[in-house]
T-cell receptor, first 118, second 117 residues
Framework: AQTVTQSQPEMSVQEAETVTLSCTYD???????LFWYKQPPSRQMILVIR??????QNATENRFSVNFQKAAKSFSLKISDSQLGDAAMYFC???????????????FGTGTRLKVLA | DTGVSQNPRHKITKRGQNVTFRCDPI?????LYWYRQTLGQGPEFLTY????????KSRLLSDRFSAERPKGSFSTLEIQRTEQGDSAMYLC???????????????FGPGTRLTVL
């Protein structure tokens, strides 16, 4: 079974600075997707960025980028120029890329609470 | 608002009572998922529908839990004889089926927070 581990329960960053959130995962599959989701307080989760395992190039979305190390099974999220609105819970998630119905579920880590200091 | 909606947003009930939650997915989405999120944890998968067919159920979904999606549109999640351990946020998500194994983003609703006293 696949597992996702986020070892940082809480992180703080100064506004305009850069912060990196860590995520490791375990799987025997070769093809899968990895995601970072943001969950603001009392609001719904939104997708921040995703990475396809078959792509060597790290995904980037504006101020958000990932460092995907497939061999090490590591998937960290870097937030540049942090803003107050980035404060939220961040979840790392895994999804198999196979075609059978059981592969569509997401497996989430326990989350990292990001605080942005003004 | 064309996102995923869930009702009610909050539910407080006494132990032993039955509760039912509703999820309305994005209109053209044929896949619907239920997750449970307890305090300090990430969401955990409960069950998944493609159209009206329930295709997978987690071991977390005990026999007190039942989910339906009768017409392939909205879904309900019922918990019978609630226990204090059922207190959690229940999240619904939907996605559009594409090519087999292809990626289709899951869009999450705001959740229903259940408190069992």
């Amino acid at each position: 079974a696949q597992t996702v581990t986020q070892s940082q329960p809480e992180m703080s960053v100064q506004e305009a600075e850069t912060v990196t959130l860590s995520c490791t995962y375990d799987t025997s599959e070769s093809d899968y997707y990895l995601f970072w989701y943001k969950q603001p307080p009392s609001r719904q989760m939104i997708l921040v960025i995703r990475q396809e395992a078959y792509k060597q190039q790290n995904a980037t979305e504006n101020r958000f980028s990932v460092n995907f190390q497939k061999a090490a099974k590591s998937f960290s999220l870097k937030i540049s120029d942090s803003q107050l609105g980035d404060a939220a819970m961040y979840f790392c998630a895994y999804r198999s890329a196979g075609g059978s119905p059981g592969t569509y579920k997401y497996i989430f880590g326990t989350g990292t609470r990001l605080k942005v200091l003004a | 608002d064309t996102g995923v909606s869930q009702n009610p947003r909050h539910k407080i009930t006494k132990r032993g009572q039955n509760v039912t939650f509703r999820c309305d997915p994005i209109s053209e989405h044929n896949r619907l998922y239920w997750y449970r999120q307890t305090l300090g944890q990430g969401p955990e998968f409960l069950t998944y529908f493609q159209n009206e067919a329930q295709l997978e159920k987690s071991r977390l979904l005990s026999d007190r839990f039942s989910a339906e999606r009768p017409k392939g549109s909205f879904s309900t999640l019922e918990i019978q004889r609630t226990e204090q351990g059922d207190s959690a946020m229940y999240l619904c998500a939907s996605s559009l089926a594409g090519l087999a194994g292809g990626y289709n983003e899951q869009f999450f609703g705001p959740g229903t927070r259940l408190t069992v006293l």
